[in-house]
């Protein structure tokens, strides 16, 4: 399929569509922009820098400072591009659920232990590919094949590495359940104990990490100077 230029005056497509052709066509996988070239682009278009960011519902990836700590306030990096936006079908079979409210956010949060659930790094932690990107983490929907063979869209905490890989398939519980069902009888007490504590074991170092990387940034202060006082 041939592509429309972004540019195109007789282009019929909306503001996102736009920004999505002109992230591949004038700024290119892995490149940065600004929101004032963003700006220049689009000109007399309000709130252009909204209906990019919306790709991101569509599986587009463009990094923030928040997650590149290289790039200026100003910058974003645009990372790899997601649903074909500008096919109506692809974007329709994409199309987000309804957003998900603040307290359903909050709860999946700490239901998760504020860790994303498939790679498990907790929220602000920086990734240990010397990138020095620290995870930020999310509530999405994933679709889920329940034990039962019935399909489900459940929420998940997902960082936002994680919910930009390439999702072809849905989770399998009804999977999980037949691997844990052929795992020795050992390792399925030990699993059988996780799951009712809610966690994976780990050694207080571990839990005492985590807790304090789920703090925010004045009371992380507040211990390192409580620890240099005692020592």
């Known amino acids: ?11 019929k497509m909306g503001t996102m569509v736009r920004g999505a052709l002109w992230l591949l066509q004038a700024v290119g996988d892995g490149n940065t922009f600004t929101k004032d070239e963003l700006r220049e ?14 790709l991101r519902d569509y599986g587009w990836v463009i990094y923030t400072s928040s997650e590149d700590a290289s790039l200026s306030a100003e910058a974003q990096r645009f990372v790899s591009p997601g649903v074909a936006v500008w096919d109506p079908a692809a974007r329709r079979a994409a199309a987000p659920d309804k957003a998900v409210s603040n307290v359903e956010r909050k709860g999946i949060l700490a239901r998760d232990d504020y860790m994303c659930t498939v790679c498990g790094i907790a929220g602000g932690e920086e990734y240990a590919d ?21 399909v489900e869209t459940l929420l998940v905490t997902e960082c936002k590495r994680c919910r930009a890989g390439a999702r072809e398939a849905p989770a399998r519980a009804d999977e999980v359940l037949t691997a844990i069902r052929d795992l020795a009888p050992g390792d399925r007490r030990r699993l059988a104990l996780w799951i009712s504590r809610g966690r994976r074991g780990s050694t207080p170092l571990e839990r005492a990490w985590s807790g304090y990387r789920r703090l925010p940034a004045d009371a992380r202060a507040a211990i390192t100077d409580e620890l240099s006082s005692t020592d």
Not at 1 to 11: G, K
Not at 41 to 54: E, K, L, N
Not at 136 to 149: A, D, Y
């Open 1 to 11: 399929m041939t592509l429309p230029r972004w540019d195109d005056p007789q282009l």
């Open 41 to 54: 682009a689009f000109p007399g278009v309000s709130q252009a820098d909204r209906r990019v960011r919306d």
């Open 130 to 150: 010397g990138t020095r990107q620290a995870a930020v983490l999310s509530v999405s929907r994933m679709e889920t094949v329940l034990p039962g063979g019935e």
